[in-house]
């Protein structure tokens, strides 16, 4: 058995947060104790982690991230990237379908599922809403759904016929899955990657505004208020995208979004400091705008904390700020991103932090994860609320992050997953 003694449990689902003792079996939570049972109950063989003075929380759920894997594995793979998102305390993350070739068919999919049984953590996927990300055809929804898909999206491509949203929103409805949506009409847009303004003037380039997303974004929480399906603004990262998402909540609609580290963290001046590797899709934008995103995550606008993990080699973040892809790795750093920057300033309570990375990604996707309960799955991270740390490596093949050589608080030490520990920051 594994015990973790002492520790500050923190369960945003069932509201608790005390200090205990945590007995494991196998793969289930077998016992929650009062502190101290640990040393009168343990048997010899067993293993210990003493949580005195660290927080113990589900493991955490993160709804977007881009593996690479098939078509792109000099970037990442699934291997390397479920080694980092246990290093970031992530025991259950959902894969992007935008890999080459694209998730619209079995074959693909079958292959992901096939190499997501041997990953230390949970390694879910989603599938393409249209084939080949065309935007024109569905996929075949009901078969890819059988097949294990969660959800569906064409993420990193928005899909510019209304007729083929809406279609594809009955569907989802039907088959109670979400959607998830990247929100950039590229009609409106000079190039991606930065926010259109001075910034992009300043390097050269003509810039994304906010506009090419509010549109998209209005459009489709309006289909998802016709439809009844349940839709996830992927990303937000504009001021009007984020009243615009509260204002279509209050209407009833089953409508919900995400917001990135980097956009609560950062401002557009970022690109002037660290380049391309702050050159993301849609791009990190004004001071406004992150206060409102983080206004967002306070009011529940906003319901999920996600990466969207997306390594890229250094060769490719070397080019020019036109030529370079967009994009920054990010399950490292996302839990010490949060707590720096939301929990540390006051602007929400851990519980209410944690809520985003767990319990409301698990209920979106109807998952047996995001909480700890006796019976319950062994899947949880421990970790240091206050332990500061500088960014410098990472377990992902890629290292395309604005953050290295930043200095943030709060640490993980551990990553449980199934009962095992799968991240152990002793390890590094």
């Known amino acids: 058995m594994l015990w973790i003694k002492n520790g500050r449990l923190v369960d945003p689902k069932s509201q608790t947060d005390k200090i205990c003792d945590i007995c494991v079996e196998r793969d289930r939570i077998a016992g929650i104790t009062p502190a ?18 660290l927080i113990v929380a589900p493991g955490l759920i993160d709804v977007h991230v881009h593996f690479r894997d098939p078509g792109f594995t000099y970037k990442e793979d699934v291997e390397t990237g479920a080694a980092a998102a246990a290093a970031g305390g992530y025991t259950t993350v959902i894969c992007m379908a935008n890999t080459k070739p694209v998730v619209d068919n079995e074959e693909t999919l079958r292959y992901l599922r096939e190499k997501a049984e041997k990953t230390p953590v949970h390694v879910l996927n989603t599938a393409a809403i249209t084939k080949g990300f065309e935007g024109r055809e569905l996929t075949d929804m009901i078969g890819l759904k059988a097949l294990g898909a969660v959800g569906f999206t064409d993420d990193g491509v928005p899909i510019k016929d209304t007729a083929v949203v809406l279609e594809a929103m009955k569907m989802a409805k039907a088959l109670d899955v979400p959607l998830s ?55 937000i990262s504009s001021k009007n995208s984020v009243d615009i998402v509260r204002a279509m909540k209050a209407l009833g609609g089953r409508i919900y979004a995400e917001a990135t580290p ?40 906003i319901d999920f ?68 309960a006796v019976g319950g799955k062994a899947d949880m991270v421990v970790f240091s609320e206050d332990e500061s740390w500088t960014v410098e490596s990472f377990r992902s093949k890629s290292s395309n992050s604005p953050f290295i050589g930043e200095k943030l608080q709060g640490k993980v030490k551990y990553t449980i997953c199934n009962g095992k520990i799968v991240y152990s920051d002793s390890e590094i």
Not at 38 to 47: I, L, N, T, Y
């Open 305 to 372: 904390i996600a990466t969207d993990h997306a390594p890229h080699s250094s060769e490719e973040k070397a080019k020019d700020m036109k030529s370079a892809p967009s994009g920054m790795i990010g399950l490292e750093t996302a839990l010490a991103l949060a707590i720096t920057h939301l929990v540390k300033p006051g602007h929400m309570s851990l519980s209410h932090l944690l809520e985003k990375l767990t319990t409301n990604p698990a209920d979106l996707y109807h998952l047996d994860a995001g909480y700890i």
């Open 181 to 235: 949506f990247h929100e950039e009409d590229p009609a409106l847009i000079g190039s991606f990657g930065v926010n259109q303004g001075p910034v992009s003037v300043a390097v050269g380039v003509e810039g994304a505004p906010a506009a090419a997303e509010d549109v998209l974004v209005a459009r489709d929480c309006a289909l998802a208020l016709n439809s009844g399906a349940a839709v996830n603004i992927q990303h």
């Open 262 to 301: 980097q956009h609560f963290s950062l401002t557009e001046e970022a690109v002037l400091e660290k380049g391309t590797l702050a050159k993301v899709n849609p791009p990190i934008r004004t001071e406004a705008d992150r206060e409102a995103i983080i206004q967002g995550l306070k009011d529940g606008t």
């Open 36 to 53: 101290g049972t640990a040393e009168a109950k343990r048997r010899e063989q067993d293993e210990v982690i003493d949580g005195a003075g």
